[in-house]
């Protein structure tokens, strides 16, 4: 009866997993309109404080940003089931089209419907940087963070340690004054050792039977090394998916091919994981353009590397890839909050946050700058216009009204299926 309570909460979690394009990036703009300022379930600085803390930890940062918002209203099994919804519908997505690929036009949908989505990604991107400069940088110091943070970024987006590097440099830099003091009053949260107990079990586990059934050519041994693969990734992926997919590319792509992977399984009946190289790319190009989070390209990658097993072995990779990327995120996330939030309680952690803040605000000014870059928005063309006119058109609404995320997007696709079937 307790979670009927929450049944308006995981409406809107529902709804957010429909329509938030544009990868963690544009996420957090959506996050921070929905569940902020439409629902007060949290406020800003506890969803600016959460994003700052998932930025230290590898997986899905968006996924863990919305599961702690679950923790925070309803403890662990709103937090889990506020996972579940966010995850369904885009690993149920991906997983169909691995399904239907051949058939898929990709061409023709990103001309049409998906054509303003980046830049619409960019408008809530913009949204969210100024919502949390004004709350983050409010000192000279945070100023300079900012700045340093942003410019680094830029050049280095694409560098998966860049993220942490930072955000641990900044909050060394706070701690260099000590004017700041923690608030008392901030009761301890439990801390539930099981969860890392259960990640390292796993994650150890995984590695030791997937290298046994290789060495011993397990009969059906492909979807123990699948979890394994899988499951790797989502425990040590820093950066988001523009980094979880070119470690996929790496494994399931070029690692097959070398020649000392082809020596060591020659005599095996099993085959090694492999997928193709143009079904990789199309993949990999069309999770862009699909709600949710970018992780979701898994159960994709999983149905892939089943298929030639037949419908029953390609659904048994979907589920896999869906579990396996997204449970090392959910264990860590869950396992170190606690932690973080009794450490608050120390000053020095406390100087921190106002560092670590800011270096996620240059975060998102440095995404919003290096996601325009591939937009076109200096040509002398209609649409550069258009992709300006949303990118500043998203921005103004969010800021000056209380449209709902999911009317924007949609209004955007329409946009988009509009301009493709007048421009065709």
Avoid at 178 to 196: H, L, S, T, V
Avoid at 311 to 328: D, E, H, N, R, Y
């Amino acid at each position: 009866m307790l979670m009927l309570r929450h049944i308006p909460f995981l409406r809107a979690v529902f709804l957010h997993s429909i329509s938030a394009f544009g990868g963690p990036q544009g996420h957090f703009g959506m996050v921070m309109k929905t569940f902020v300022h439409q629902r007060h379930d949290v406020t800003e600085k506890e969803v600016l404080d959460y994003n700052s803390f998932c930025q230290l930890l590898p997986g899905a940062s968006s996924t863990q940003v919305l599961t702690l918002i679950g923790y925070k209203r309803g403890g662990i099994p709103l937090a889990i089931l506020t996972l579940f919804i966010w995850i369904f519908p885009a690993c149920f997505l991906m997983g169909a089209f691995s399904f239907v690929l051949e058939y898929f036009d990709k061409t023709a949908a990103s001309n049409t419907f998906f054509r303003f989505i980046q830049p619409m990604a960019v408008g809530f991107l913009a949204f969210a940087a100024t919502k949390s400069f004004k709350l983050a940088i409010n000192n000279t110091i945070t100023r300079v963070i900012l700045t340093v943070s942003t410019v680094i970024t830029f050049f280095l987006f694409k560098t998966p340690w860049v993220f942490p590097i930072l955000i641990v440099a900044g909050g060394l830099v706070t701690n260099l004054s000590d004017k700041r003091i923690p608030q008392k009053g901030q009761p301890p949260k439990e801390i539930r050792w099981a969860n890392i107990w259960l990640f390292a079990f796993l994650f150890l586990s995984a590695g030791i039977f997937s290298e046994m059934a290789r060495k011993n050519d397990w009969p059906n041994r492909r979807p123990l090394n699948l979890f394994e693969n899988t499951y790797r990734f989502g425990s040590l992926v820093f950066g988001g998916g523009q980094v979880l997919i070119p470690m996929m590319y790496e494994q399931f792509v070029e690692r097959p091919k070398s020649e000392m992977v082809i020596r060591k399984n020659q005599e095996k009946k099993g085959n090694v994981i492999s997928i193709e190289r143009d079904d990789f790319y199309t993949g990999a190009g069309i999770v862009r353009a699909m709600p949710g989070p970018v992780f979701s390209i898994s159960s994709f990658m999983g149905g892939m590397a089943m298929k030639d097993r037949g419908t029953g072995w390609q659904i048994l990779g979907c589920m896999i890839g869906s579990v396996a990327i997204f449970l090392p995120s959910a264990l860590l996330v869950l396992f170190f909050f606690p932690i973080w939030h009794n450490l608050q309680r120390y000053a020095v952690v406390f100087r921190a946050i106002e560092g670590i803040n800011a270096v996620v605000v240059g975060i998102m000014v440095a995404s919003t700058a290096y996601m325009m870059k591939d937009i076109s928005i200096t040509e002398f063309k209609t649409v550069s216009l258009i992709n300006i006119g949303v990118i500043l058109g998203t921005w103004a609404i969010l800021t000056f009204t209380k449209l709902p995320s999911p009317v924007i997007v949609l209004i955007c696709l329409l946009v988009g299926w509009l301009t493709g079937n007048m421009w065709a």
